[in-house]
């Protein structure tokens, strides 16, 4: 096939392989860019199909130009390596309007072998894995294509065995090479746009959108103390300003109390999000490396992550009986002159009851009494009133709306009270045991101080919802309807039928061990596993078994492959040639007969064997006939005593 | 200094294994080591490992490996592309300078042998690039494109391939013991006819004028080196037999002794006008004696006298 025809046939492909790659990515690299490389795109597809003319290296260098501008201006300096990856890829897509050569196109190919893996830094999971794979196959075929002038289809042919011959090696390599801590810190992608939101304001928000990404698993051990209703809790939300309740400035602030360990340690497999706040069941404080606790007791990571993080959490009761004055303080804090019907009712149940027991009783009835209904749809309320708007005309809304509406309650009577925001529920998988927790299983809720006992927690949503405290959101059968709005189109909300939530449930499975194994294979899980393979020598023999995994695989192949190599030729060829090399002759420029002549003068003392071995191979070599049996038995007992002959000398 | 030394050497133990018409490629004559391409392949290899492992991150740290093992693996197949392969060289024809001198290459490979590039440590430019063979002999044929005329020795020709996807150089040579000339470009001039005493003289052969060359006298067998132009075509389109037309006359019709000093031009111009004179002579059936300077060639005609003569004007 004509080279030049190949290359431009193979970039082409490339090009489109790139724009799809930027498509893919386009949450991450911003719609500029992405339309930016399109038209480079469609400027490759132009000049492929003739409609324009190959570009000067004056009009690439300007294209090259507009691009780094595009993506400075689009993408900025705070995203390093969201730009750092826009620029090679950029990179690429024009290089590949350029490349005419097989020697310009191989080293493009062999840049791919880093540009594709890119991906990975945005995300990692099955599909992504698959995807990536894929193109690296692809792109060895290609490599192989132009570097060797053949139709892909060959060369993929070609590509595929040597591809798979690497791939378990690689995996053996993963698994037992040490792992090393990173050598230095590095920006990382931001890959999640899911997540909990450190401000809760429901009130503006008609249509609570939801999604059905996960959002953590969780292992929990059997034990009594683990026990459904799941509040995990994230972020804790102290400071109300009439609008929104505000995160707390401690929410990041490391643990000054002491605790009492309370139970089995449980471990947590959290998706990427766009917070750094994990998850806890009540207080906790971290078992593993590189997690940070605050004085609420939940968890949180040092920087943010961009793929799954695993991490254990030992449960604890914290030591917060006592409040000092200026927590009191933080958490009756209320802003002025907002929600005077609230304020009212406030201080008339706080006239009528003398503990914070009796109050809640108070506003309980109130909630189950009143009109109130759950709603994932609610009315906006845009009134500086927002509270009493709630409270005493529209009563609908989700968990923020009550939980805010409590919270202010009992502020107002002086109780200490805060707004938690987490996730309750979790849907349990039976196979594998362990929960799963998902964006729509989001929750806020309140905690509530009462001296000498400490923070309790208190569910308003449940006085109204109280399906809602045990298992997921999507198991509440009257909100059925509205929940499935808000999903949109995911396999969860087809839920209700059966194969596509069995299908559902595998894939789920199937990402979970991928997230747990794959992913999360770190050096404590890779030195549990060397423990169990090598036992208490595991210090030394995985680094020698890689070596000698490699060495044995690599011989052996090569000794096989020499040996079918062999095999191919007949026997006759295969003594002779013995008896050559044992000879010391050089055959090169010698026919047979000759070499045999200088095998008896080198050994006189076989010659009469030497002639019959030249008689039986000449008879194998220069006849159409084969030899029988017999006769090559023959010839293997001459080969052994001409040497055995010579030898004696 | 040193260079020059270990230059030296390796090019002795090149000669010593390498010296020879045909090999067969084996464990002893194959040379591998990565290519330009592959050390960026292994480069690339590396930053994934830094990126890997700077994020924690499994999947680029599993390309790298990957990376690896198939620069690895590649450095195998290369071998095993070249292994068993038999390449000989038959032959490499004579030919005037500026024209294509040949060189006849047999390969037999042992299974299939994909891009196999030759190349010539002097003679620049082999088409020979990226060609592919399945298990079966071919014959090769690789212009020479030579534009000096001269004796030349075959040289060292290297057998190289990048195979698979390039990451890898595998190469071995071959030294054969063939000669071939490039003979001086001919170029147009006079074909004088000398028929002077002078001539008589030297060579003893008279050289009387006969213009008639339909009169031969007899027929007799085509024997290989004999001019072609005196083939009897209208025979061996009777009879399939190549017959050669012997002359009537004392001897040859036509004789010329061609002088180097009796041409005019410089050296190179002179040599080049003999050449085409040669040539023309013997087209027309003519005998010829050439005079060069160093050199004096006797009288006569056919095949192996002409090339006689030409190698004769390209080593002057």
Redesign the interface.
């Known amino acids: 096939m004509n080279a030049n025809l190949l290359v431009e046939r193979n970039t082409l492909i490339t090009s489109l392989i790139y724009c799809a790659i930027s498509l893919l990515l386009f949450q991450s690299l911003g719609y500029v860019f992405c339309v930016s490389i399109v038209l480079v795109t469609i400027f490759k597809l132009s000049t492929t199909m003739g409609a324009v003319k190959n570009p000067s290296k004056l009009v690439v260098n300007l294209l090259a130009v507009t691009v780094i501008v595009v993506v400075f201006l689009s993408l900025g300096f705070k995203n390093t390596i969201e730009m750092f990856v826009a620029m090679l890829i950029g990179a690429c897509a024009l290089k590949m309007l350029q490349v005419s050569t097989a020697k310009q196109a ?2 493009a190919y ?2 791919n ?2 540009t594709y ?1 890119c991906f ?2 945005f995300s ?1 999971n099955i599909l992504a ?1 698959t995807f ?1 794979a894929a193109l ?1 196959l692809f792109n ?1 075929s290609q ?2 294509s132009v ?4 139709p892909i289809k060959v060369a993929y042919k ?2 595929l065995k ?2 798979i ?3 378990p ?3 053996a ?2 698994l037992l ?1 040490p792992k ?7 920006p ?1 992608a931001k890959s999640a746009n899911t997540g909990l939101s450190e401000d809760v304001d429901p009130f503006e928000i008609t249509e609570l959108s939801r999604s059905s990404e996960l959002a953590f698993r969780a292992l929990l051990p059997t034990a009594e103390m683990f026990q459904p209703p799941f509040y995990w809790r994230a972020i804790v939300h102290d400071q109300f300003d009439g609008k929104k309740w505000q995160m707390s400035r401690l929410q990041g602030v490391g643990l000054q109390r002491t605790y009492q360990p309370m139970g089995p340690t449980y471990s947590v497999i959290a998706e990427p999000s766009n917070t750094r706040w994990l998850f806890t069941l009540g207080d906790g404080v971290p078992a593993s490396k590189g997690m940070n606790v605050n004085n609420f007791g939940t968890i949180f990571q040092k920087k943010l992550s ?2 799954a993080v695993q991490y254990e959490v030992s449960p604890v009761d914290l030591d917060d009986a006592r409040l000092t004055r200026w927590e009191y303080g933080i958490n009756t804090q209320l802003p002025q002159g907002f929600n005077p019907r609230a304020s009212a009712l406030a201080s008339k149940w706080n006239s009528e009851t003398n503990s914070t027991q009796e109050f809640i009783t108070k506003m309980k009835a109130f909630f189950v009494e009143g009109d109130f209904t759950y709603s994932l749809t609610p009315p906006a309320i845009s009134e500086k009133h927002n509270v009493d708007e709630f409270l005493f005309s529209t009563q609908a809304g989700f968990c923020g709306h009550y939980a805010s509406a409590a919270a202010f309650l009992m502020r107002n009577a002086g109780i200490p009270t805060r707004l938690v925001s987490g996730y309750l529920g979790g849907e349990y998988n039976q196979q594998s045991n362990y929960y799963a927790v998902y964006q729509y299983d989001a929750h806020a809720w309140v905690e509530y101080y009462v001296p000498q006992l400490g923070w309790l927690r208190l569910d308003p949503t449940a006085w109204v919802a109280p399906n809602r405290m045990f298992g997921s959101l999507s198991d509440l059968a009257q909100l059925e309807q509205q929940f499935k709005d808000n999903l949109g189109i995911s396999l969860a909300s087809f839920s209700n039928i059966r194969a596509i939530n069995w299908l559902r449930l595998q894939l789920e499975q199937l990402d979970f061990h991928w997230t747990r194994w ?2 999360n ?2 050096g404590k899980k890779q030195s549990s596993l060397l423990k169990a393979l090598f036992g208490n020598k595991h210090n030394f023999l995985p680094a020698l078994s890689v070596i000698l995994i ?1 060495i044995t695989v ?1 011989g052996g ?2 000794a096989y ?2 040996f079918r ?1 062999w095999q ?1 030729q007949p026997k006759e060829i295969r003594l002779y040639n013995r008896l050559l090399d044992f000879g010391k002759v050089q055959s ?2 010698l026919t047979p007969k000759q070499a045999i002549e200088l095998l008896k003068q080198k050994f006189p003392r076989a010659q009469s064997e030497l002639d019959e071995f030249y008689e039986l191979f000449e008879l194998a070599r220069y006849n159409t006939l084969r030899l029988s049996n017999e006769q090559y038995k023959r010839l293997g007992l001459l080969n052994k005593r001409i040497i055995k002959k010579a030898k004696i000398k | 200094m040193i260079s020059g030394a270990y230059k030296g050497w390796l090019n002795n133990i090149i000669a010593k294994k390498h010296s020879s018409n045909s090999i067969t490629f084996s464990h002893d004559n194959i040379y591998v080591v990565p290519s330009k391409s592959g050390f960026l392949f292994l480069f690339f290899a590396l930053l994934n490992f830094v990126i890997g492992i700077n994020y924690q991150n499994n999947l680029i740290l599993g390309v790298s490996y990957l990376m690896l093992m198939l620069q690895i693996s590649a450095l195998f197949y290369g071998y095993m592309n070249l292994h068993g392969l038999r390449i000989e060289l038959l032959d490499i024809t004579s030919n005037f300078a500026g024209q294509h001198n040949q060189a006849k290459f047999r390969i037999t490979p042992s299974s299939d042998v994909f891009s196999l590039n030759i190349y010539h440590s002097e003679f620049l430019k082999l088409e020979f690039q990226n060609k592919h063979f399945s298990t079966k002999a071919h014959n090769q044929v690789i212009k020479l494109l030579m534009d000096k005329r001269g004796k030349y020795q075959s040289g060292k020709f290297k057998i190289q391939s990048s195979y698979p996807f390039g990451l890898v150089n595998v190469w071995s040579y071959l030294l054969p013991d063939k000669v071939f000339y490039v003979y001086p470009a001919p170029i147009k001039c006079e074909l004088e006819i000398q028929s002077t005493l002078e001539a008589d003289t030297d060579t003893g052969v008279k050289s009387n004028r006969t213009d008639s060359f339909e009169d031969f006298s007899s027929l007799s067998k085509y024997q290989k080196g004999m001019s072609k132009n005196r083939i009897s075509w209208r025979h061996f389109a009777k009879s399939q037999e190549l017959l050669v037309k012997d002359y009537e006359g004392e001897e040859q019709s036509i004789s010329h002794v061609l002088d180097f000093h009796k041409v005019e031009g410089s050296k190179e111009t002179k040599l080049s006008k003999l050449s085409y004179q040669v040539i023309e002579a013997d087209k027309q059936g003519h005998e010829f004696a050439l005079r060069l300077p160093a050199i004096y060639i006797k009288m006569g005609s056919g095949d192996v006298h002409v090339k006689a003569c030409l190698e004769a004007l390209s080593e002057c």
């Open positions: 191989t080293s062999i840049l072998f880093f893996p990975y830094l990692q894995f990536v690296l060895l490599l192989f570097s060797h002038n053949l070609n590509s040597k591809f011959f690497s791939l090696l690689a995996v390599m993963v090479v090393l801590p990173p050598f230095w810190q590095l990382n961009n793929k794959v992913l294979f770190d490699l690599f192949w090569f492959l020499n190599n191919k090169g420029s």
